[in-house]
């Protein structure tokens, strides 16, 4: 009888040996893997007049809750903005509010910082729909936009749609002294 007990005891240590190592070993397995985001992006015709824009978003997934930001760097103005328009694709089908549209002066993050407002710029902002369907964005900042090192961004928070695929955003701006809108550039977002 102890013989039998002295040689269980033997097989449990064999087995916990062999097994806990193996139960922790492929525990990071069972766990969601986080995908790699690579900095790059992606343009049909690369010759043609299309400048591309920074822009940044916080969830590529369908049907997430998502923050996008679109920047204006310094390097991408030459004179004081009196509005800013960004033209929404048709075919991103998700519903916009003015109260979760916003214009700020941002910190464009990086490797070792994060994106933040650092300051929300008072704007009038309109959304507006033509015949077509084609759906813009209208910001009125109260003061013009100065030519300075400042960055500035407009930030949608929007659900994403349900389709995936990419979308191309184009901004356009008032200059001061001027009244029609000029091509500032393009963003194109990527939603899985």
């Not at 790699?36 to 809750?65: H, P, T, V, Y």
């Not at 694709?89 to 490797?111: A, Y």
């Not at 710029?121 to 964005?137: F, H, Q």
């Not at 994403?160 to 990419?166: K, T």
Request: glycine share 6%; proline share 5%.
């Amino acid at each position: 009888m102890l013989k039998n007990t002295k040689k269980l005891a033997l097989n449990f240590k064999i087995l916990s040996f062999f097994l806990i190592p193996s139960i922790l070993v492929s525990i990071p397995f069972f766990s969601k893997i986080q995908d790699a985001k690579a900095g790059l992006e992606f343009q049909w015709d690369q010759n043609s007049g299309i400048r591309r824009l920074r822009w940044f978003q916080k969830e590529n997934k369908k049907r997430l809750r998502n923050k996008i930001y679109f920047f204006l760097r310094p390097r991408d103005r030459n004179s004081e903005l009196l509005r800013i328009n960004l033209a929404i694709p048709e075919t991103f089908k998700v519903k916009l509010n003015t109260e979760k549209i916003s214009f700020c002066n941002v910190r464009i993050g990086g490797f070792e910082s994060r994106t933040k407002c650092l300051e929300d710029i008072p704007a009038d902002i309109e959304i507006n729909t033509d015949e077509a369907g084609l759906r813009s964005v209208d910001i009125y900042p109260y003061k013009p936009i100065p030519t300075n090192k400042k960055s500035y961004a407009i930030v949608l928070k929007v659900f994403n749609p349900r389709r995936s695929g990419l979308y191309q955003f184009h901004l356009y701006g008032q200059p001061k002294g001027n009244t029609g809108l000029s091509y500032l550039g393009s963003s194109t977002i990527v939603i899985d």
